[in-house]
């Protein structure tokens, strides 16, 4: 049992370059989260989704989309980069019930230069 | 969603217990408080959640005051692998549950 996990660790791109992160879970839950944390900041939700099928806009949305085809994977796609995009990207997921909580994954640094 | 206020730092001596304050004084009924911690970069990891109980794990205790407008996450014997940042979070008990993160208390031990 993986837990979360996200590919890759770590990521430099050139500005306006297209990538897509990874976030695999392998616990059967439903719900899973895209965040970003920013130098000495908390974590900021940029997308979620609560389904297979599903997803919705988070705090910090904008220039990210999302797609969740199957339910384990969760995948965060940045079409055209920009610096303030260089972040570490936290992946996570939760089973459903109240009394559930969220595990995360160890996180994907990416640079835009 | 509910919005959380910590403090930004805190020392604490080894073996001592740590006690980290939260305010979260728009609560509302519905709403669990949530403790989770970063080490270093790492992924946040869970520690402990309540609804207005007051609720103990092996990791720490949580305790909730009666209006439920603030908490104390409670480390009993502090070591230095607890040094780390500290993150109170309050989100629904229902729907998306979504979690919104504050920047969290500092927490160093010291030798």
């Known amino acids: 049992n993986a837990g979360v996990t996200q590919t890759p660790k770590f990521r430099v791109l050139k500005t306006g370059q297209s990538m897509t992160l990874l976030c695999a879970q392998d616990?059967?839950?439903?719900?899973m989260y895209w965040y970003r944390q920013d130098p000495g900041m908390g974590l900021r939700l940029i997308h979620y989704s609560v389904g297979e099928g599903t997803t919705a806009k988070g705090e910090v949305p904008d220039g990210y989309n999302v797609s969740r085809l199957k339910k384990q994977n969760f995948l965060l796609g940045l079409e055209s980069a920009a610096p303030s995009q260089t972040s570490v990207y936290f992946c996570?997921?939760?089973?459903?019930?109240?009394?559930?909580?969220?595990?995360f994954g160890p996180g994907t640094r990416l640079l835009v230069l | 969603d509910a919005k959380t206020t910590q403090p930004t730092s805190m020392d604490c001596a080894e073996g001592r217990a740590a006690n980290l304050p939260c305010n979260h004084s728009t609560i509302s009924g519905n709403e669990y408080v949530y403790w989770y911690r970063q080490i270093h970069s790492q992924g946040p990891q869970y520690i402990i959640h309540?609804?207005?109980n007051n609720e103990t794990n092996e990791m720490a205790s949580l305790i909730i005051t009666e209006d439920r407008k603030s908490s104390t996450l409670i480390l009993p014997h502090a070591t230095l692998r607890d040094t780390a940042v500290y993150y109170c979070i309050v989100s629904s008990t229902s729907g998306t549950y979504k979690y919104i993160f504050g920047t969290g208390t500092r927490l160093k031990v010291l030798a």
């Open positions: 996570a997921s939760k089973r459903t019930g109240s009394q559930e909580t969220q595990y």
């Open positions: 616990m059967n839950h439903e719900y």
């Open positions: 309540g609804l207005k």
